[in-house]
């Protein structure tokens, strides 16, 4: 998915000319604290809410010393620069720019969700998150542990992690009872972070217990 496959149809555009008055009153219409700023269709930067609101409302954009931030990503690279521009500068929007002139705007929320769709989050299966140093990781013994318990990987993401320094690695595997799973790496020394999914085996262990101690009290 491309940048410009995202491009928002709703997100307005303010002009160097305008003041800051419409700029705020367009930022409170559109529930947005950020927009993109052009002057004849060539893209300045993105301006800030907090900025304008140091103005006075009469003066325009041009005339203001209002800080632009040329943040943007082009129009034909793929969407994950996006999410990466996103999550550095802590912006709900993301211009597209191509030639100098801007193109659209991806809302953070379409980021959001198109993330979310290429990376499985809502298809059925467990979710487990080992954590090990980065010369550990090795996607074929990961693989082949989870497979001896008949089942598949379907998504595996990385991200390090400074505090400690280590590499998380997070699996989205194809079966929601993922207890066998989890004991499997466990009993392979891996540190198990965190799972989420159904817990059949450990249940059952749970009932057999409290069968047996409700015997022993009678």
Excluded: C, W
Aim: net charge negative.
């Amino acid at each position: 998915m491309l940048n410009k496959e995202l491009i928002s149809s709703n997100i307005p555009t303010l002009h160097y000319q305008d003041t800051v008055g419409e700029a705020l009153l367009l930022m409170q219409e559109s529930h947005l604290s950020q927009l993109p700023v052009v002057d004849d269709d060539k893209y300045l930067g993105v301006v800030f809410e907090e900025d304008l609101q140091k103005n006075s409302q009469e003066q325009t954009l041009q005339g203001s010393n209002i800080r632009l931030s040329k943040v943007m990503v082009p129009a034909h690279t793929y969407y994950l620069q996006a999410v990466q521009v996103a999550l550095d500068y802590r912006i709900a929007i993301v211009p597209v720019v191509e030639n100098e002139e801007l193109v659209g705007v991806i809302n953070q929320v379409d980021l959001l969700t198109e993330l979310g769709r290429q990376t499985g989050v809502q298809d059925p299966g467990g979710v487990i998150v080992l954590e090990m140093d980065s010369i550990n990781f090795s996607f074929s013994e990961i693989s082949r542990l989870v497979e001896t318990n008949d089942a598949q990987i379907t998504q595996l993401n990385t991200f390090r992690q400074s505090q400690p320094p280590s590499l998380l690695v997070v699996l989205k595997v194809n079966t929601i009872e993922i207890s066998t799973i989890v004991a499997t790496f466990q009993r392979y020394d891996y540190k198990v972070k965190y799972y989420f999914g159904e817990e059949r085996y450990v249940n059952q262990l749970k009932s057999n217990l409290d069968h047996l101690m409700n015997y022993l009290n009678l």
